[in-house]
């Protein structure tokens, strides 16, 4: 780059943040700052001198501002290559001086669409034209120039810029953030725009068409490295989502305990699906993604005490999580003896309960605890996404309430009120197990599941296992129907009163014809509940 002609800095920004501090010391190292209107009056309130932008190309900004920087003698400046002789003569001819820096962030268009009370036309005048121009122009030129994007970048450049390392290399990685930002902006534009072009069709009258766009672009953000992946020998990160709901484990904040696991985050993200979905003080205990204990109560330490009970051999080494603050009552039950945790989450831990987890059990030092929002609010929708080899498959999250006032019931016998609470809680669970899933229940509280066996008779059989003498008197659920009546049957055996499924099967009769020769309840949902 070459140092004989002034070097010049162009800053026009929205985000003021922190930049009167950076362009004062641009000044100190230097540089003479060309600047838009509101930027430039920013600067010059505070005794920064800057050139005006239309004083120096002789063109007035137009159209309320619309129109400012795109003109020839701004991105001849930026483009221009001053180690080509060719581009140096047109430079020289028509007056262009090369800038060296590029500071520039855009409109606020992706906090404007948040606002609830929004219009269209509001949107659509946060949509920036000349900030991208100029960011990709300095971005492609970044051999020459440096383009700034974020006042988090300011330290840094400042700190290159007083040294030596102010490089290609270091100018190719503010390009390379660059790019990154107008993309996620181009991004968010696009899904608004496609939003109004849907804006008249209704969820119940939207065609596929309508609901899902031809191409699909994610955009996330790397919030840490991770020490591995499900395996020692896999690499692994973790990406958030730009504008995660504040209730997602992903704008959870973790407030003690060791670095987190690739599986942690995946138990505490169960945890936190399935306690969400209570309204009353609920507990859950996660083993390898499914629940192996769950439990609701007046209190949240009743709560803890009914999960517990549901797999005390497999509560070894969990992840639990809580729809209600920590309190130290129930911190009292989880620092019992021989009980290990590895990690919970919850929102919020009262002074008292966070103290006693962290300095009583022997993992003291070790336990991860996450803190999240109130999950009492109501979720934002979104879609859920899993990966195959060379695709991705996209579905609406299995998160819609269960009319549970329609469900009919199919069997002679109806069921008791606790056994239909029973029914209640034993079906919201029983849509977080993996497929294909039965789950006992008895007095609001798991005492056997059965979790991702290729056949709904081997779960049944482990449910069972699991919940020994306690089956007697339980409910079950299945997130399925019953293909044959044997499950029906074995479930009897081990004391069931009652069921509740989805129910289609081709053997529904016989299913519950099975239920009325042993005096079961069922209801049929009508709704089912796989979770691969």
């Not at 002609?5 to 004062?24: E, G, I, W, Y």
């Not at 484990?249 to 670095?259: D, I, P, S, V």
């Not at 985050?265 to 204990?293: Q, S, T």
Request: glycine share 6%.
């Amino acid at each position: 780059m070459s140092q004989s002609a002034p070097r010049r800095a162009l800053v026009s920004v929205s985000n003021k943040q922190d930049l009167d501090r950076f362009a004062a010391r641009l000044v100190e190292l230097g540089f003479e700052i060309v600047s838009t209107g509101g930027t430039r009056r920013f600067l010059e309130q505070r005794g920064i001198a800057a050139v005006d932008l239309s004083g120096y190309t002789d063109f007035p900004e137009i159209m309320n501002g619309r129109v400012k920087t795109l003109h020839p003698k701004i991105h001849g400046a930026i483009l221009g290559r001053p180690n080509l002789p060719a581009d140096v003569a047109s430079m020289t001819e028509h007056g262009i001086v090369p800038f060296e820096l590029v500071v520039c962030n855009l409109y606020p268009f992706e906090e404007t669409i948040e606002q609830a009370d929004v219009t269209a036309a509001e949107a659509i005048e946060q949509i920036d034209i000349g900030g991208p121009s100029m960011i990709r122009a300095a971005a492609k030129n970044h051999i020459s120039v440096g383009v700034i994007t974020s006042p988090s970048q300011y330290d840094d450049v400042l700190a290159a810029l007083s040294s030596t390392a102010f490089d290609e290399t270091f100018r190719r990685r503010l390009a390379a953030e660059a790019f990154e930002m107008t993309a996620r902006y181009d991004r968010a534009i696009a899904d608004y725009m496609a939003s109004l072009a849907a804006v008249d069709v209704t969820a119940n009258q939207a065609a596929d068409e309508d609901v899902f766009s031809a191409t699909l672009s994610l955009c996330f953000q790397k919030k840490s490295i991770l020490r591995y992946g499900e395996n020692p020998h896999q690499r692994a990160a973790f990406y958030t989502e730009l504008d995660a709901d504040g209730t997602t484990l992903a704008a959870a904040r973790q407030l003690h305990g060791k670095e987190l696991s690739y599986n942690n985050l995946l138990d505490l993200d169960a945890a936190l699906e399935i306690v969400r979905d209570f309204d009353v003080p609920a507990a859950v205990v996660i083993k390898h993604n499914n629940p192996c204990g769950c439990g609701m109560g007046s209190t949240l330490a009743e709560a803890v005490q009914k999960a517990y009970a549901g797999d005390p051999l497999s509560a070894f080494g969990s992840v639990l999580g809580f729809n209600r603050p920590v309190d130290l009552a129930t911190a009292e039950q989880l620092c019992e003896p021989n009980r290990f945790i590895e990690a919970m989450i919850a929102p919020g831990y009262e002074a008292d309960a966070f103290h006693a987890l962290t300095t009583r059990p022997k993992w003291k030092n070790n336990v991860r605890l996450m803190g999240c929002a109130d999950l009492r609010g109501d979720r934002p929708s979104s879609w859920d996404y899993r990966r195959i080899s060379g695709g991705l498959l996209v579905q609406d999250r299995d998160e819609t309430p269960d009319p549970t006032a329609e469900w009919p019931c199919v069997t002679d016998r109806q069921p008791t009120e606790a056994e239909r609470d029973d029914l209640k809680f034993a079906w919201l669970v029983a849509r977080h197990v993996r497929s294909n899933a039965i789950v006992f229940v008895r007095g609001e509280a798991i005492v056997g599941v059965g979790a991702g066996q290729m056949s709904r008779l081997d779960s049944a059989f482990i449910a069972a296992h699991k919940a020994g003498e306690r089956s007697r008197g339980s409910v079950m659920a299945s997130d399925a129907f019953f293909p044959f009546r044997d499950g029906i049957d074995e479930a009897a055996k081990v004391g069931i009163t009652a069921v509740i499924q989805p129910g289609g099967s081709r053997r529904d009769k016989e299913v519950i014809t099975a239920c009325n020769e042993q005096n079961l309840a069922m209801l049929c949902t009508g709704r089912r509940h796989f979770r691969h």
